[in-house]
């Protein structure tokens, strides 16, 4: 009665959709670096292809580091122990980098170790993009962490977004005391967050193959936002 | 086809009417339809078409549109089947006819063979140059020009509201509290199938329209995102525009591969649409009728510093606590402010915000109390309770054995006096001071003919129902006039 077959890339079986194109994901080193041109802060990070690669890179970049397995068809790390945090020197970076190694299956593709410092602060946010079928692409803000999802604030604006905008976007959050000092750390510079909302929108702009982004999280560092993770999803 | 203003005026102030379809029976829609054309002092001509040829109503019909004069009637209200719509709209066009409501069902809603028809009507319909509005649509009613043709009731006060709305029974729905609160309304329409002409359409009309000085519209399922988006964007660069939304987007499933697919519901995407417009958008039907009102009957405040100034202590710390959860500010009273209301009351007053009187008050304080705080430059808003409280106890007094008896003639008359004055205060205040001051009692919904809600009545303004739904109409107007101000756009 109903077709049955291998899922599509991206549809679902049965549901045919005009508008759900196949699509590939970048690997986070990838991700990174186009958001970066656009103006999204992003922590360092460098490419290493082996253990060794990774402690001598950790050592120019100061510890402690985190150290995660990056590949094009690596999409959930977290979800699979690909991301080793607080490595406080050499020998815990060189037997990281072994582990997440072994850890790669063949369906990863070529896969490479990241090495990036620990940036760590209280507050976590979501920002990215997202195509809405009905409106088009949308920029969002949302307040990230494990408890992200149960929490849902999130806010959205469609592409392009100004800085006023962004700011509205801000001010709408239901959680935006977190916005001042909180457990010591200064204030969020809302204007840096507002940047980076803009950065986004800019990227989706002169991006037209993007689908969707995430900078989950974007850890606010010394009252700055800052990226240490992302994932670019591009149409094919 | 793009719609021209032309083609609204022969919608919103026709110089003659045709109801196509008209009835003897008072049941159908082709005599109802008539009736309130009638009876809302319509000063065109009116004309009617029936099979037989029938007097309805004290016209004598024609059988055709073809019998009527040509370049006198620009709009034609619709009751007959679907299927006889088409040669209707040709004949119509034959006579200078530029405008049509049609109230028929059996099109978009009426499965594959409806939606061809709808289709091929709006079709027709550009070729013709006409605008269409519906099909399976209430009506169309517009005060600068006395019209009333719609299937439904009330006709409505004459205001500067501008409704349009997906659903005919929310028209009729914000047209109550029209009648239910006194502030008016200009045009309304239902956009039924809205298969030539949309909600947005409607709006951006509105936003050109002088006797038009907010919008007001409920939507429910939007197909086309960027065109509705464009639209309600053009409208609400030059008016504000508040609005209602049921029910979800079209647009199916959305991808969930990403953190941030997993929170886009339809909801906040909507809600985003809306903030980064400046289009209010209000939780519910009622609230969206009193935002709406407070666009019309108040300035906007040129800040979020709000006063609240009580005759009783309970009334103000509720009105402060919804002020907290609001974009609003309860501002602190500057002591110059505090000593000059020194010199008006007992020193058991609040002296802080809420300005709680504390029953301190004799003839003339509210007013003067009311006066120092707007005139005060560090207050951008006032919310004014206890109005009608001495009116409420006349009533009693007056309904009571003793009457008029015991001097109680003299103090009834005494205390509904006193409440219209604090009701025309208020007004008079505002309008001097170019600040918004809302006046919320219970009492607007409790005994509307209390002389407190019916004085605010008669000062143009509207009494709201509580303080909080003061506080929420305000948050509203403030949020829309902050934004006007990040975006550098005029207010």
Redesign the interface.
Same mark, same amino acid.
């Given at each position: 009665m109903f077709p049955v077959g291998p899922l599509a890339p991206g549809g679902v079986v049965g549901v045919p959709s005009a508008s759900v194109t196949s699509t590939r994901t970048l690997s986070e080193a990838d991700s990174v670096r186009l958001l970066a041109r656009y103006g999204v802060p992003v922590a360092p990070e460098v490419v290493a292809e082996g253990p060794e690669e990774a402690a001598a890179a950790a050592g120019e970049l100061g510890f402690p580091v985190v150290a995660k397995l990056c590949g094009d068809a690596i999409a959930h790390k977290t979800e699979r122990g690909l991301v080793r945090l607080d490595l406080g020197d050499a020998d815990a970076v060189r037997s990281a980098a072994a582990e997440l190694l072994a850890a790669a299956r063949p369906e990863d593709g070529e896969v490479e170790v990241l090495v990036a410092p620990m940036i760590s602060g209280n507050r976590e946010f979501i920002a990215g993009l997202q195509r809405d079928p009905v409106f088009g692409m949308t920029v969002m803000l949302g307040v990230g962490g494990i408890l992200a999802e149960a929490v849902a604030d999130a806010v959205f604006a469609l592409v392009p977004i100004v800085e006023e905008d962004a700011m509205e976007m801000i001010d709408a959050l239901r959680t935006r005391k977190l916005l001042e000092p909180f457990r010591g750390e200064p204030a969020v510079d809302r204007n840096a967050l507002a940047r980076v909302l803009v950065a986004l929108s800019r990227a989706a702009q002169a991006e037209p193959e993007l689908v969707s982004a995430d900078l989950n999280p974007l850890i606010i560092d010394a009252g700055r936002p800052v990226a240490v993770d992302a994932l670019v999803e591009v149409s094919r | 086809m793009s719609l021209r203003r032309e083609h609204f005026e022969a919608l919103f102030e026709p110089r003659g009417v045709v109801v196509a379809g008209a009835s003897t029976h008072p049941g159908k829609f082709g005599f109802v339809s008539l009736h309130n054309l009638l009876a809302s002092g319509y000063q065109g001509a009116v004309h009617a078409t029936n099979l037989a040829g029938e007097t309805v109503l004290g016209i004598q019909t024609v059988r055709s549109i073809d019998d009527l004069p040509s370049g006198e009637i620009d709009l034609m209200f619709v009751c007959t089947p679907a299927s006889t719509n088409p040669d209707l709209l040709r004949s119509a066009a034959a006579k200078g006819i530029r405008a049509a409501f049609i109230t028929s069902a059996g099109y978009g809603e009426a499965g594959e063979e409806g939606r061809r028809a709808q289709r091929e009507l709006v079709d027709l319909a550009d070729s013709l140059d006409m605008i269409v509005v519906g099909p399976n649509g209430q009506g169309v009613v517009s005060t600068p020009a006395h019209l009333c043709a719609q299937i439904v009731a009330p006709y409505p006060p004459a205001g500067r509201i501008g409704v349009a709305s997906q659903s005919g029974n929310f028209v009729s729905s914000f047209m109550n509290f029209a009648v239910g609160s006194g502030i008016g309304i200009s045009r309304a329409v239902s956009a039924g199938n809205a298969a030539q002409v949309g909600v947005t359409d409607f709006l951006r009309y509105y936003s050109e329209d002088e006797a038009t000085g907010v919008g007001l519209a409920y939507v429910e399922g939007?197909?086309d995102?960027?065109g509705f988006?464009d639209g309600l964007a053009e409208a609400a660069s030059r008016m504000p525009v508040v609005l209602v939304k049921g029910g979800a987007?079209?647009?199916? /499933?959305? /991808?969930a @591969? @990403?953190?941030?697919? /997993?929170?886009?519901t339809?909801d /906040? #995407?909507f809600?985003? #649409?809306c903030?980064?417009l400046g289009v209010v958008r209000a939780p519910t039907v009622e609230s969206a009728y009193e935002t709406a009102a407070s666009f019309v009957t108040q300035p906007l405040p040129r800040g979020p510093r709000t006063a609240v100034l009580t005759t009783a202590g309970g009334w103000g710390v509720v009105t402060a606590d919804a002020i907290h959860r609001s @974009?609003l500010e309860l501002v602190d009273l500057p002591e110059d402010l505090v000593a000059a209301i020194d010199t008006k009351l007992p020193p058991r007053w609040s002296r802080g915000n809420p300005v709680d009187m504390a029953g301190g008050e004799t003839r003339d304080t509210i007013p003067e109390v009311m006066r120092l705080i707007a005139e005060h430059d560090a207050v951008d808003a006032i919310i004014y309770l206890g109005l009608g409280i001495q009116s409420n106890q006349a009533s009693m007094m007056a309904r009571g054995p003793f009457y008029p008896d015991h001097g109680l003639e003299r103090i009834v008359a005494y205390h509904e006096r006193q409440d219209r004055r604090f009701a025309e205060a208020a007004a008079a205040v505002s309008a001097e001071t170019g600040k918004p001051i809302l006046t919320a009692t219970e009492l607007a919904a409790t005994d509307p003919a209390n002389a407190g809600p019916v004085a605010v009545r008669e000062s143009g303004r509207l009494c709201y129902r509580s303080a909080d739904r003061a506080v929420a109409a305000l948050d509203a107007m403030w949020r829309y006039a902050r934004?006007r101000r990040?975006?550098g756009l005029g207010v």
């Open positions: - | 939007i197909d995102g960027p988006v987007t079209a647009g199916g /499933a959305r /991808a @591969s @990403s953190h941030t697919g /997993a929170l886009a339809d /906040a #995407v809600d985003g #649409v903030r980064q @974009s934004h990040r975006h």
